[in-house]
């Protein structure tokens, strides 16, 4: 047995016997700490973004977008009713309002989520939620807006009412029914007597229609393609109101989403259905189901390495064992993430299970060990000496193959990987030293128990199973290596189809709400998901050559159909085209045949 005992690890062995105090003090104060960093610290992130690489010309664009336009991803709730009706209506205008001034202390508000390579701007305080479907950025149609808007706002008691909301709230943006804009075209006469064309750009629903005004409203909005399809269906049975807010990480947005969810629950009512979509809904549905069922097969997980353990020692200690050597390699490598602030991805929600494989292989290597060594009569003391010098070289070098090659996965761009292979490093460097320290201070407890082992020399099940796989393998070793090759070139086949392909939605569940919400308004609405372009012009956006391009890209990106299972991606786009072609639909009376956009720049230059 001497022969292929590690010096090193022997001496390893009989230090740790001797100072188990200190050891034990150790291990549990460390662990104590790491518990305490993950109760305060540890983040949970399942955005998508944390797969974008910061230097990514997709990861610059984003942040670039933000710091213009503000957050590129909305709330969608979702109202099923007789919408245009007296009753409904009413009601769409209370939740509104109540939505449109969401107040919440949230540390991360105004933020980016992550720290990024492009400059974030710093955030200003939202005086109010806006209410019109416009960004209100600076562009050529800014002295238009200015010249109108002013004059709206102080009309009606509604406007009145919005004007005089003041600071807190973190809704940036709310749109709805209740307040879309709508572009009119009001004849006036001029000084001189003649007659122009005065553009008045409002809401819909100022001033608030009456009954009998509704079903002239409906048609119009129907036959509108900037509200049919957008902010409701056309067979006006829902609409949709949609919340922008500040920027903030994942935890503020579930906050801010359980908010919205509480204040719809309020209005919910026979004939006012209303569910919750849109990406932050999706985020904050998949970070609950994947939490719930990280815990279910975590459980799971234990559950079976409990039972093994057992076949395997038939001892407490054997049990006991190899799963706290899981458990605490665990809790030291989440409590080193939340150290370093890695957040828990859905990358690195799967390192419990990895752990768990990690630590089961080393515990059990070193605890069959140490039982054969009782089993022939050496004492507790030696017993535990030999195994860990006996095991101590084989364990580390597969460790440190293991290290390597997760560590190879900072070769990759992408951050969710970096950490998943730094984390993952660090776990099984953790797995390796509490089986060189923890396992030996546990297996010391033992006095009697020789964990299970068989006094007699008759093979057990695993023994005869092996036995005979060896057996096989030898007698036909041809027939062996040719199913061999013939699972590989199986298996090479596989690799050549296998497709790259991101869902969140086909994670979920087919009985979720959100993942049915999801499919209504992608079947009624024009879809749940969006892709901005950011255009930079060098001419400013009045220019015709400019304005026509903007269409013929519109025309483009509606015309795209998906080669694979769908026909039908795009369900809409939205641009500052939509505002030129009512502006000049409005110069034209509201005739719906002038719902384009100009063909000259002189026409352009009078929108």
């Known amino acids: 047995m001497q022969d292929t005992e590690s010096a090193f690890f022997r001496r390893w062995a009989e230090f740790v016997l001797s100072h188990r105090a200190l050891c034990l003090i150790l291990v549990l104060i460390i662990t104590a700490g790491s518990i305490y960093q993950i109760k305060t610290h540890l983040r949970v992130?399942?955005?998508?973004?944390?797969?974008?690489?910061?230097?990514?010309?997709?990861?610059?664009?984003?942040?670039?977008?933000?710091?213009?336009?503000?957050?590129?991803?909305?709330?969608?709730v979702m109202v099923q009713g007789d919408v245009f009706t007296t009753p409904y209506l009413e009601k769409l205008r209370s939740l509104h309002e109540e939505l449109a001034v969401i107040d919440l202390e949230l540390e991360s508000a105004g933020k980016a989520r992550r720290v990024t390579t492009a400059p974030v701007a710093e955030p200003t305080p939202a005086p109010s939620a806006k209410t019109d479907e416009g960004t209100g950025g600076d562009d050529d149609f800014g002295d238009f807006e200015d010249d109108d808007f002013g004059d709206f706002e102080d009309e009606g008691d509604d406007n009145a009412e919005?004007?005089?909301?003041?600071?807190?709230?973190?809704?940036?943006?709310?749109?709805?029914?209740?307040?879309?804009r709508q572009t009119r075209g009001k004849e006036v006469t001029q000084a001189d007597g003649s007659k122009a064309i005065e553009i008045d750009v409002g809401e819909l629903m100022t001033p608030w229609p009456s009954a009998d005004e509704l079903p002239a409203l409906k048609q119009a909005v129907i036959n509108d393609p900037t509200k049919v399809g957008a902010i409701v269906n056309k067979d006006a049975n829902l609409s949709l109101i949609m919340i922008r807010t500040q920027l903030m990480n994942e935890d503020d947005t579930l906050v801010v989403y359980e908010e919205v969810e509480r204040i719809a629950s309020k209005y919910e009512s026979e004939g006012f259905h209303i569910t919750l979509s849109g990406m932050p809904a999706l985020t904050g549905s998949l970070r609950n189901l994947i939490l719930s069922e990280f815990r279910m097969l975590f459980a799971l997980a234990m559950l079976t390495f409990v039972l093994v353990m057992f076949a395997l020692f038939r001892h407490p200690i054997g049990v006991m064992s190899p799963l706290l050597i899981v458990a605490f390699s665990a809790i030291w490598t989440f409590g080193l993430m939340a150290t370093f602030d890695m957040p828990m991805?859905?990358?690195?929600?799967?390192?419990?299970?990895?752990?768990?494989?990690?630590?089961?292989?080393?515990?059990?290597?070193?605890?069959?060990?140490?039982?054969?060594?009782?089993?022939?009569?050496?004492?507790?003391?030696?017993?535990?000496?030999?195994a860990i010098a006996t095991t101590g070289t084989p364990?580390?070098?597969?460790?440190?193959?293991?290290?390597?090659?997760?560590?190879?996965?900072?070769?990759?761009?992408?951050?969710a990987v970096s950490e998943l292979g730094n984390a993952g490093a660090f776990g099984v460097s953790m797995a390796l030293l509490h089986t060189l320290v923890t396992l030996p201070l546990l297996l010391s407890l033992n006095t009697?128990?020789?964990?299970?082992?068989?006094?007699?020399?008759?093979?057990?099940?695993?023994d005869r199973f092996v036995a005979g796989c060896s057996l096989i393998s030898k007698?036909?070793?041809?027939?062996?290596?040719?199913?061999?090759?013939?699972?590989?070139?199986?298996?090479g086949i596989g690799i050549s189809k296998i497709k790259v392909w991101h869902d969140p939605l086909a994670w979920i569940p087919s009985t979720d709400n959100t993942k049915e919400t999801f499919g209504v308004v992608d079947r009624e609405l024009g879809g749940s998901s969006n892709v901005q372009l950011l255009i930079e012009t060098p001419n400013g956006i009045k220019d015709i050559a400019v304005v026509q391009g903007l269409a013929k890209l519109e025309a483009h990106i509606l015309e795209f159909k998906h080669p694979g299972a769908y026909e039908d991606v795009v369900g809409g786009v939205t641009s500052v085209l939509d505002f030129v072609r009512e502006t000049n639909r409005a110069l034209h009376g509201g005739d719906q045949a002038h719902y384009t956009i100009p063909k000259t720049q002189r026409e352009l230059a009078d929108i």
Request: negative net charge.
């Open 395 to 415: 364990i580390l070098f597969t460790t440190i193959t293991t290290i390597m090659g997760l560590l190879s996965f900072n070769v990759g761009t992408i951050g």
């Open 448 to 462: 009697k128990s020789l964990l299970g082992v068989k006094v007699s020399d008759e093979p057990d099940f695993i």
């Open 475 to 491: 007698r036909y070793r041809r027939t062996t290596l040719l199913i061999a090759l013939l699972f590989a070139i199986i298996a």
């Open 345 to 386: 991805t859905m990358l690195t929600n799967i390192m419990p299970s990895f752990i768990i494989c990690i630590g089961m292989g080393d515990s059990v290597h070193t605890l069959s060990v140490y039982r054969d060594t009782r089993k022939v009569g050496v004492g507790n003391h030696d017993a535990i000496v030999h």
């Open 162 to 180: 919005w004007a005089g909301l003041t600071g807190g709230t973190i809704v940036e943006e709310i749109t709805s029914l209740v307040n879309i």
């Open 45 to 76: 992130d399942f955005d998508i973004e944390s797969f974008l690489e910061g230097k990514s010309e997709t990861r610059i664009s984003l942040d670039k977008f933000r710091d213009l336009f503000g957050r590129d991803d909305r709330f969608l």
